[in-house]
């Protein structure tokens, strides 16, 4: 389709082509806004550089805010939580400087783990489901599961003959957020199923894991991994721990092991 171009529109057809033009070229921030920008323009007496360029900047703020908000809803959260809302107050154990630390996300990009450990009460989920949206927005691939969901996913895929698919699936994303590790108790099959994925995403993909009990105490994690490093060349490692239990000062450890 051939757009008319003609000199002298009226400001009726002017508007009826840019419409149009937005429609064809996929550009519907500046079909929504270019009237309102125009406006804004004439009265700050921009350029036609500086029109266009607030123009295009308003299309690239809002694809980037659609991006983010297709990131999260593929993260598969169970409700909106974030850092703003969190009470730090409650639980003075808990640094913010550190949590917004990790906010930034730099332990994401060097595949670093991290595991948020304390009793029922103290904001584990609510802490692990904020970070994970803070790296949504930041442009990571995020997915949120409990680890009794993940376990009876992995089980079901290992009796169907689709473990290895599954496993890359969860290989994949950057970081992998498993919540109420420690709630109920996995049997000998679940552990080492679920060490599988930890062991496929090790020094590749961040992993954030929520839990009420430390991992030598989560659900035979002891002898599972204890096999594993006797049956490897390296030894394997635990991920690096942010304590919110009351009573205890806060660690958060995202170094390389």
């Known amino acids: 389709m051939t757009l008319p171009r003609q000199r002298g529109l009226t400001e009726q057809a002017a508007n009826t082509a840019i419409d149009t033009a937005c429609r064809l070229l996929r550009l519907p921030s500046i079909r929504n806004e270019f009237s309102d920008i125009a406006d804004r323009a004439m009265k700050d007496q921009l350029t036609y550089r500086g029109f266009l360029a607030e123009l295009l900047m308003a299309e690239c703020d809002d694809r980037a805010r659609r991006r983010s908000e297709r990131r999260i809803k593929a993260a598969g959260f169970p409700r909106d939580k974030s850092l703003r809302a969190f009470d730090f107050d409650a639980n003075p154990n808990i640094d913010a400087a550190t949590i917004h630390t990790l906010a930034s996300c730099e332990w994401i990009k060097k595949s670093q783990p991290l595991c948020l450990i304390g009793d029922s009460g103290t904001g584990k989920s609510h802490m692990l489901i904020a970070l994970g ?117 806060p660690r958060a450890v995202v170094s390389s092991a």
């Open 133 to 249: 949206t803070e790296a949504a927005m930041a442009g990571y691939r995020v997915k949120y599961v409990l680890a009794t969901k993940l376990v009876n996913e992995l089980v079901e895929a290992a009796d169907e003959k689709q473990l290895s698919k599954t496993i890359a699936r969860y290989g994949r994303v950057d970081l992998l957020c498993i919540d109420e590790l420690g709630y109920m108790e996995l049997d000998r099959r679940g552990a080492e199923l679920l060490f599988q994925v930890l062991t496929e995403r090790e020094e590749k993909n961040s992993v954030a894991i929520a839990s009420n009990e430390s991992f030598g105490k989560a659900h035979m994690f002891r002898r599972t991994r204890a096999r594993r490093c006797r049956n490897s060349t390296g030894s394997a490692s635990l991920p690096p721990r942010f304590q919110m239990s009351p009573g205890r000062p």
